[in-house]
């Protein structure tokens, strides 16, 4: 591909010898390198040879005309830009010359000063496309990579939760066996450590349950179709309302567009967020919850506000990490992972997820599902 300061190799191919050389030597040599042809078929073998950047080729010529070689031409190097010379400049010619893949076309007898801006154009269009492509590329062997990395973290994340259970359960159930064989003969200090022994360790298990149920969000697969969110959201709003049955919690749900995704998936992102609305605005006198939805540039945008505890919104970035809590957990329980949870499957989807709120004043969840 030719650089700031290099040669563009220029494939100039025409039948009338002469001025298929004139174009050669009248083209600036600090800028260019022509190599004529009178011919297409020695042409070809040229850009089998080397790499050209650009073909000049008289439209009219005995046994292969330009367009028909500048489409073998391109069949060699697809990043090949074409211009077609020809004498006859009507409309037709042009789109005859544009249909098969020329940037553009120059009307015989050459002024130079019209032929140099076409051709800058068109090896401009060239860099362009190699850029692009190579570009590409990269993107496509990052993404591998990134997925690669994802796999083998997942994996890891799978293999240290499993593995730590067997032990985990077995401390935990030591534990429960001393206080029930023996609590009674301890004085109250190694009946709290035991205690804070057992509590600790069921707080860890269910840590390494989130952990478990987020490394296998990466291998199960999305079954998508249609997804009535409305009545999904009713739904999970009925089942934590008897979860909850003690509270008097205002629900409000607005009119709430469908998409289409994976129902258990968007049940579960539902799920954990207005229960996470339950759970912070436990401390109101008047809980209240909003779950609304609309569409807005092809994408489905779904809310969940509640005016409960809320959150410094300048730790917003942090809020969807696993593991991220930035409450006191013994006034709301939970592990932090619910949020990451929710957020891996929206961007399984291809969608996006954010939040605002108000220390004090209540937090409103948003996420977006591509149209």
């Known amino acids: 591909m ?3 300061g290099s040669k563009a190799r220029i494939l100039v191919v025409d039948d009338e010898a002469a001025q298929m050389k004139a174009l050669c030597d009248t083209l600036p040599g600090a800028d260019y390198e022509p190599v004529g042809f009178s011919d297409g078929p020695s042409a070809l073998a040229e850009l089998r040879r080397t790499r050209c950047d650009l073909l000049l080729a008289d439209l009219m010529m005995p046994g292969m005309g330009g367009i028909e070689l500048l489409r073998a031409a391109q069949e060699i190097d697809p990043d090949l830009v074409g211009i077609i010379m020809t004498g006859d400049g009507t409309i037709a ?28 154009r068109a090896l401009a269009v060239r860099r362009l496309r ?5 570009l590409a590329q990269r993107v496509r062997e990052r993404t591998l990579e990134l997925e690669a990395a994802n796999r083998e973290l997942e994996a890891f994340s799978y293999s ?6 067997g032990p985990l359960s077995v401390i935990v159930g030591y534990a429960e066996t001393l206080v029930e064989d023996h609590s009674a003969e301890w004085p109250d200090q190694p009946r709290e450590l035991v205690g804070a022994i057992m509590a600790s360790g069921e ?22 179709g249609p997804v009535e969110v409305g ?36 049940r579960q992102v539902l799920v954990n967020l207005v229960s996470n609305a339950f759970k912070f605005t436990r401390a109101r006198e008047k809980p209240l919850i909003t779950v609304i939805g609309w569409t807005e540039a092809g994408e489905r945008i779904y809310c969940v506000r509640d ?57 409103a969840f948003y996420f977006g599902i591509p149209g």
């Open 231 to 266: 009545a999904l959201v009713h739904e999970v709003v009925d089942e934590l309302r008897r979860q909850h049955a003690g509270r008097e919690v205002v629900v409000n749900v607005g009119d709430i567009p469908d998409c289409v995704g994976d129902r258990a998936m968007l």
């Open 160 to 165: 240290v939760a499993h593995d730590l259970r």
């Open 93 to 120: 010619t042009a789109v005859e010359a544009m249909k098969a893949g020329a940037l553009d076309y120059i009307l015989k007898p050459f002024r130079l000063s019209v032929v140099i801006p076409v051709l800058e």
């Open 203 to 224: 707080h860890m298990q269910r840590l390494i349950d989130g952990l478990l149920r987020l490394s296998k969000l990466g291998r199960q697969p999305l079954s998508k």
């Open 307 to 363: 005016n409960g505890a809320g959150f410094d919104v300048q730790q917003a970035d942090k809020l969807f990490a696993a593991f991220q809590r930035f409450h006191d957990p013994d006034q709301y329980e939970g592990t932090g992972i619910g949020l990451s949870i929710a957020s891996r499957i929206v961007q399984r989807h291809g969608g996006r997820i954010w939040a605002s709120a108000e220390v004090g004043k209540g937090a």
């Open 130 to 134: 190699l850029e692009n492509a190579e």
């Open 2 to 4: 030719p650089t700031t």
